[in-house]
C-alpha cells in the first residue's frame, strides 16, 4: 500500500510540474518606431524571454498629431505559439475614430517575429488628448486559468484642422483640375469661333464679320482667365502644403540636425515631442533608464512619495518689488567746467515714490567705505555691466574674498537703476542655499560697487559648460545622483524664497553658483541681461526677458506665481541633465509661445533616467494647476536620491 502511495505521489508531482512549465514571449518596440516616438537610437522590450518590463509598461507614450499607426514586435518562444487576445479602448470617440488592427483580435502569437500595427485615425470634429489603452491578453502558462495581461497606454493628439486641411487639399485639386478643364474647352470654343468667322468672312458679311472678331476676343479673355485661375490654384496648393508640413520639419531637427548642431555634447537637442504628462502616474516611467551624464541606471522601485504629485498645495507668492522708474543721475562739474553724472542716492525725492525710499534705507544700511574693497581682476564682463574679483578688509583688518558688481560709465540711469533693484531683492534673506548682496560701497565720481560673499562658488553655467567642454580629467563626475543632488538644493532655496512671499522669476543656471563639492547657491539676477545676453529676448516690447525658461502664461500674458516658477525649474533640471545646453536653440523666440500652446516642449536628454524626465513633464503642464509644488517635487527627488544611493 505505501508503494502504490508513493507511485500515485511521484505521478502527480511530474504532471503538475507539466502543467507548469511557462512558454516565454518577446514583445517590443524596434529601433525605427522609437526613433519615431521617442527620438531615441534604442529597441524598448515590455517583455523579454517571458520577464515583464513594468516601468515600460506604466509608461505613457505621447503620440503626435502626424502619427496615426503604431507598430509593435512580438514572437512566441516556445515550442506551441501562444493563445492570445486583444482589445482596444479610447476616452474620445468623437476626435478618434474606432481604432483598427491588422491582425485578428484573437488567435496565436506566431513563433516567428511579426510586427503588427495599431491604427489611430484622428476624425477632425475636435481638438483633443485622447488617452488609448490597449490591452493584450497572454496566456503564458498551459493552463488556461493563467492569462497575463499586458496594458499599453498610449496618449494621442488630434488637431480638429487636421481634416479641414486634407478637405482644404482635395478641394484645391479639385478646383485646379476644374480650371485646366474650363481652360481647353475655352480654347476649343474660340478654335471653333474662329473657324466659323472665316467661314462668315468668306460670304463678305461686314456685320458677321465685326460679331466674329468679338467672339474670338471674348474667347481671348476667357483662357487668359482660366489660367490665372489655374495659377492661383497651383500657389494655394503650395501655401496649404507649406503650412502642413511647417511643424513636421522642426521634429525632423532632431533625426538630422539636431544631433549635429552638437559635436561636443552627449545630449540631444531642442525640441522632440508632445508631453503633456500631468494625468499619467510619475512613479512609472518607462524602464529604459539610464545615467544622467555617466551615472549606472536605475532599476524597479516605488517611491512612498509619487502620489504627492496629485496632492498640490499651491504656494501664495507675491512678485518681488513693482516696476520702478530709473534714478535720476544727479550733474556735477570739476574744475575743469565738465559735467559729469552723479552716482550719490541722496538725489532720491522721498516724497515722489515711496518705494524708491524704501530702495535707499536699504542701501544705507549695506553702505561701506570704499578704501576697504580691493578690486583684483575681472571674471565676467558684458556691454554695460561686469562681474569681478575683489577683497573686502572688515573692521578687524581682515581680508575676505568677495565678488563684486558694478556697471560701467557709459551705463545709462535705467541700467544702473535696474542692478540696483535687483541686486536688492535678497536683501536680508538667510538661508545656506541663497546668495545675497553683502555690502555696498558708493561714490560720487564712480558707479556704485555691489558686494558679495566668495566662497569658492563660480557660476552654475559656467561650470556646466566647462565640464563638459574640457578635455583634462575632473576630479568629481556628475552623476545622476549629483545632479539630482544639485536640484534638491535649488528647490530648498526657492521653497525658502515662497516661504518669504517672494518670487525669483528668472530660475536658471545662470543665475546660479556651485563649488568643488557641489553645493549650490540661487543668487539674485543683477546684470544676468548683460553678461548672459544670448539668453534673453525681446519680444517687441523693450524688455529682454528670459523667454525660453518662461512659462506658457508669462510669456503670453506676463502673469508671474508659483508655478511659474516651478515651470523655470523644470527648465533648469533639464540644463543639468545637457550640461548647460541652450533650451529651444532652433526655436524663433516669437514662435515660442505658439510652439508651447500646441504641447511641444523640450526632448528627454539622451542617458537622463525616465524618472528625472517625468518630473521635467509634470513642471512643463500646460494648466498651473497640473503643476506640482515644490513640497512635491522635492518629496519626489529626495526618494529618488536615496533609491539611486543603494545602487551605487
Known amino acids: 500500500m505505501g508503494c502504490w502511495m508513493t507511485a500515485v505521489f511521484c505521478v502527480s508531482l511530474i504532471f503538475s510540474a507539466f502543467l507548469n512549465v511557462e512558454a516565454k514571449l518577446n514583445l517590443f518596440l524596434n529601433q525605427r518606431e522609437v526613433r519615431r516616438l521617442l527620438g531615441l537610437s534604442a529597441e524598448l522590450y515590455y517583455v523579454r524571454e517571458g520577464v515583464i518590463n513594468e516601468y515600460a509598461l506604466n509608461f505613457v507614450v505621447p503620440v503626435p498629431a502626424n502619427i496615426h499607426d503604431l507598430f509593435f514586435t512580438w514572437q512566441a518562444l516556445g515550442d506551441k505559439p501562444l493563445p492570445y487576445s486583444m482589445e482596444v479602448n479610447v476616452s474620445n470617440a468623437e476626435a478618434l475614430l474606432t481604432p483598427q488592427l491588422n491582425v485578428s483580435a484573437a488567435g496565436l502569437v506566431p513563433t516567428r517575429m511579426q510586427t503588427f500595427r495599431l491604427q489611430l485615425p484622428c476624425s477632425g470634429r475636435a481638438s483633443a488628448e485622447i488617452d488609448v489603452v490597449f490591452t493584450i491578453n497572454v496566456t503564458l502558462s498551459k493552463t488556461a486559468r493563467d492569462v497575463t495581461p499586458l496594458v499599453f497606454r498610449r496618449r494621442k493628439i488630434c488637431l480638429q484642422e487636421e481634416a479641414r486641411r486634407v478637405v482644404s487639399k482635395e478641394e484645391t485639386a479639385a478646383a485646379a483640375a476644374a480650371a485646366v478643364a474650363e481652360a481647353a474647352e475655352a480654347e476649343e470654343a474660340a478654335a471653333a469661333a474662329q473657324d466659323v468667322d472665316d467661314i462668315r468672312r468668306r460670304s463678305g458679311s461686314v456685320r458677321v464679320t465685326e460679331s466674329s472678331n468679338s467672339s474670338v476676343a471674348v474667347g481671348f479673355y476667357i483662357a487668359i482667365g482660366c489660367a490665372c485661375g489655374l495659377i492661383a490654384a497651383l500657389l494655394t496648393l503650395t501655401l496649404a502644403l507649406y503650412i502642413r508640413n511647417r511643424k513636421r520639419r522642426h521634429q525632423n531637427y532632431i533625426s538630422g540636425m539636431g544631433r549635429t548642431s552638437f559635436p561636443d555634447s552627449n545630449q540631444a537637442a531642442a525640441f522632440l515631442q508632445r508631453v503633456e504628462t500631468p494625468d499619467f502616474p510619475i512613479s512609472g516611467p518607462s524602464g529604459g533608464s539610464g545615467s544622467g551624464s555617466g551615472s549606472g541606471s536605475s532599476s524597479k522601485s516605488g517611491f512612498s512619495h509619487a502620489t504627492a504629485f496629485r496632492n498640490r498645495t499651491p504656494i501664495y507668492a507675491i512678485p518681488v518689488l513693482p516696476p520702478v522708474r530709473p534714478l535720476q543721475l544727479a550733474k556735477s562739474s570739476d574744475p575743469t567746467g565738465t559735467t559729469l553724472p552723479s552716482y550719490s542716492i541722496a538725489t532720491i525725492d522721498r516724497s515722489a515714490n515711496a ?242 500652446q500646441d504641447g511641444y516642449r523640450l526632448a528627454q536628454p539622451l542617458n537622463c533616467p525616465d524618472e528625472l524626465f517625468a518630473v521635467m513633464a509634470y513642471c512643463w503642464a500646460m494648466s498651473v494647476d497640473d503643476r506640482p509644488s515644490l513640497t512635491q517635487l522635492h518629496a519626489y527627488l529626495h526618494d529618488f536620491y536615496a533609491h539611486l544611493n543603494r545602487y551605487v
Open 355 to 596: 518705494h524708491l525710499v524704501d530702495v535707499k534705507d536699504k542701501i544705507e544700511d549695506l553702505l561701506i567705505d570704499r578704501c576697504k574693497i580691493k578690486l583684483r581682476g575681472m571674471a565676467l564682463e558684458g556691454t554695460f555691466g561686469r562681474l569681478l574679483y575683489a577683497v573686502h578688509i572688515d573692521d578687524q583688518g581682515i581680508e575676505h574674498d568677495v565678488y563684486v558688481k558694478t556697471v560701467t560709465d557709459q551705463a545709462s540711469g535705467q541700467q544702473l537703476s535696474m542692478m540696483l533693484q535687483e541686486s536688492l531683492n535678497f536683501h536680508g534673506l538667510s538661508h545656506r542655499n541663497i546668495s545675497c548682496i553683502t555690502a555696498l560701497c558708493q561714490s560720487e565720481s564712480t558707479p556704485p560697487l555691489l558686494v558679495y560673499a566668495n566662497d569658492g562658488y563660480t557660476n552654475l553655467k559656467r561650470f556646466l559648460t566647462k565640464y563638459k567642454t574640457s578635455s583634462m580629467s575632473s576630479p568629481m563626475t556628475l552623476t545622476t545622483q549629483a545632479i539630482v543632488d544639485m536640484a534638491l538644493q535649488t528647490i530648498l532655496a526657492m521653497q525658502f524664497l515662497h516661504r518669504k512671499k517672494l518670487l525669483h522669476k528668472d530660475i536658471a543656471t545662470r543665475n546660479c553658483l556651485v563649488n568643488d563639492q557641489l553645493k549650490v547657491k540661487l543668487c539674485d539676477t543683477a546684470l544676468s541681461r548683460d553678461l548672459f545676453p544670448a539668453d534673453y529676448h525681446c519680444l517687441g516690447d523693450n524688455e529682454n526677458r528670459p523667454i525660453k525658461w518662461m512659462a506658457l502664461e508669462t510669456i503670453a500674458r506676463k502673469e508671474h506665481s508659483w508655478a511659474s516658477d516651478v515651470w523655470m525649474f523644470g527648465v533648469l533640471l533639464w540644463e543639468l541633465t545637457t550640461l548647460a545646453q541652450q533650451p529651444y536653440l532652433e526655436v524663433d523666440p516669437f514662435e515660442m509661445c505658439s510652439y508651447l
